[in-house]
């Protein structure tokens, strides 16, 4: 069992940034960003393997949102540069699985909102 959380979410102008962080307890597990809307499925962000060699990322976040993590601080990160209104969501983190399907990931962190304004 690991334990998931957050932090970084906020409201920010369309074209500026924000940084999610999520402090896992355990380590050694693959990571990934997965984000909702109300009224639609959770949708894959990013993911990193567990040595952050491998990422991934959905097409439209390539060029604006950089995945990384500290594995001395068990913490994965996620950048996001340029952001758009459409980028507005609640941002889980996961751990587990690098897939891009949300039914492969077993842990669920709470959840960060992050506005976008026009």
């Known amino acids: 069992q690991v334990q998931l959380v957050e932090s970084g979410g906020g409201l920010v102008q369309a074209g500026g940034s924000l940084r999610l962080s999520c402090a896992a307890s355990g380590s050694g597990y693959h990571m990934a960003w997965f984000r909702q809307t109300p009224g639609k499925e959770r949708e894959f962000v990013s993911s990193?393997?567990?040595?952050?060699?491998?990422?991934d990322y959905t097409d439209s976040v390539k060029g604006r949102f950089t995945i990384s993590r500290d594995n001395a601080k068990n913490t994965v990160y996620l950048q996001m540069n340029s952001l758009k209104p459409e980028d507005t969501a609640v941002y889980y983190c996961?751990?587990?699985?690098?897939?891009?399907?949300?039914?492969?990931?077993?842990?669920w962190g709470q959840g960060t909102q992050v506005t976008v304004s026009s």
């Open positions: 996961a751990a587990g699985s690098v897939l891009q399907i949300a039914r492969a990931y077993k842990y």
């Open positions: 990193i393997s567990w040595s952050g060699i491998s990422t």
